[in-house]
């Protein structure tokens, strides 16, 4: 297949936003600074947090370091989908109890609302889009579109998702693989470094000092903290870790998560054909395999896809060659595309990148703060940033300035629920699973049985959570 090799450059949607706006460069720490809040991680999770701050106390001072530029991270390499993960609600109450998982689940929806507000008042261009997401089945033995109507009545959100019937799934996106489907309306897309830059820029007229290209080398967890990079310091009252996926090499989060590699593709622009699919809207598509595909259309008449395939990432490597340089993988959810619209057959891919993932055991992320009490952090946000991230940056601001509301009072504002296996274990384990979701996939896809060896190993993943998810969310 004639299509790029993925880490060879940035992902499209960065090279993308900094050539409409590179925005002033942020210096690297090289001094020792003294300040209020040190915020440590510039993607999604960090700039709300440092935005939510000014917000609530503008005369704090923040220092706000990222070892990339912001948004360098997997808030730039991202699907671009903000969903409320109705599909998942069942296992939020199972987790959290009914009232408190379905405060969550609005909480989610509302988030979508919220940044659709933030960005049009901010002046945010971040090709912003409320059209809702499409779950497509694309074969008989995928399951889970329709089949919980009953459940969203029973639990007054049946006006939140719509079952679709093979014509009317196709009347949305026309792929003669689609049977059937289901629409949810509190969905959005948007181009995630757009929005990323656009948080730096928001930051920065705030007052955040940003040093980018400075990795935190140690932290001193002492009142005050002392944050130390390669060339300077910074002693904080409150330091927050939004680091995602690098967290893993940090001694306290070590078995919080394990880390997975995605891979996403573009095509090259194709306005013509979008038209011909009957792809008219901004809705984004997933489809029902266990290793699903994600898929949106651009602003300027992409198609990107992620999805299909994925590597596992041995500790925190997130920035390492399983992370970014797999071509197979990379190369999954190209085909996938082909074979969800053979109208597309010739259609050139222009971009391909790949990103880590930090996927807890539950699917939900956490929130926990170290001793001596200072130290705060977010993570494993699990494949869901753009709008979960957003309510990390509220929880995370209210935990710094030691107020109960809103916010902390959130269920998912806690410790692990569970710990994953800690390495060596993990990464044989995370790719053997990796590897018969791919492959069990395929087979089913060409009309086979899925294996069983497949099926065990592929979904251990899935029951493993599922005895959590009926344990209830009991820190470990």
């Not at 069942?90 to 408190?100: I, M, R």
């Not at 710094?400 to 998912?412: A, C, G, K, N």
Request: net charge negative; hydrophobic share 40%; charged share 25%.
């Amino acid at each position: 297949m004639d299509m790029p090799t993925p880490g060879a450059a940035r992902s499209f949607w960065l090279q993308e936003a900094l050539t409409d706006d590179p925005g002033e460069p942020a210096p690297p720490l090289e001094q020792h600074l003294v300040a209020d809040v040190c915020i440590v991680g510039g993607g999604f999770a960090g700039l709300w947090t440092a935005i939510q701050l000014t917000e609530r106390e503008p005369g704090l001072r923040i220092a706000l370091i990222e070892q990339d530029i912001a948004g360098g991270g997997a808030s730039g390499r991202n699907g671009g989908f903000l969903s409320a993960s109705w599909f998942d609600i069942d296992a939020y109450l199972g987790l959290f109890g009914e009232d408190a998982g379905l405060r969550y689940g609005h909480a989610q929806a509302d988030a979508i609302d919220a940044i659709g507000a933030f960005v049009s008042d901010h002046g945010i261009d971040c090709w912003f889009h409320k059209d809702g997401t499409m779950g497509a089945r694309t074969g008989d033995w995928q399951e889970g579109f329709g089949d919980g109507l009953t459940r969203f009545e029973q639990l007054g959100i049946a006006d939140r998702v719509e079952v679709l019937s093979a014509e009317q799934t196709r009347a949305r996106v026309d792929s003669p693989r689609f049977l059937g489907g289901v629409f949810f309306s509190d969905g959005a897309v948007c181009q995630p470094a757009r929005l990323a830059r656009g948080l730096r820029r928001v930051a920065l007229e705030r007052g955040v000092h940003l040093f980018e290209r400075t990795r935190m080398t140690a932290l001193e967890r002492s009142r005050p903290a002392v944050v130390r990079t390669e060339h300077g310091a910074i002693k904080a009252d409150r330091v927050v870790v939004t680091t995602g996926a690098w967290a893993a090499d940090m001694t306290p989060f070590k078995r919080s998560f394990g880390v997975i590699a995605d891979y996403v593709v573009a095509t090259e622009p194709i306005p013509d054909l979008l038209e011909e699919i009957g792809w008219t809207s901004q809705v984004g598509v997933a489809d029902g395999r266990e290793w699903l595909y994600y898929l949106r259309r651009t602003d300027d008449g992409r198609i990107v896809i992620g999805g299909g395939a994925g590597a596992a990432v041995y500790g925190g490597r997130g920035g390492g060659r399983a992370a970014t340089s797999a071509r197979h993988y990379a190369e999954a959810p190209a085909r996938g595309l082909l074979w969800m619209f053979p109208q597309l057959e010739g259609v050139r891919f222009t971009h391909a990148w790949g990103g880590p993932i930090d996927q807890t055991p539950t699917f939900v992320p956490f929130y926990r703060t170290l001793e001596p009490g200072n130290v705060h952090a977010g993570l494993g946000y699990s494949g869901h940033g753009l709008v979960q991230t957003y309510l990390g940056g509220h929880i995370l601001a209210s935990t710094v300035l030691d107020r109960e509301d809103e916010w902390t009072t959130l269920p998912v504002n806690r410790p692990e629920i569970a710990m994953a296996p800690p390495e060596p274990l993990r990464y044989p384990l995370v790719r053997a699973a990796a590897f018969a979701l791919e492959h069990g996939d395929a087979r089913q896809d060409a009309g086979r049985s899925r294996g069983v060896v497949y099926d065990l190993v592929g979904d251990a993943p899935i029951r493993y959570r599922e005895r959590l998810i009926r344990r209830g969310a009991q820190p470990q």
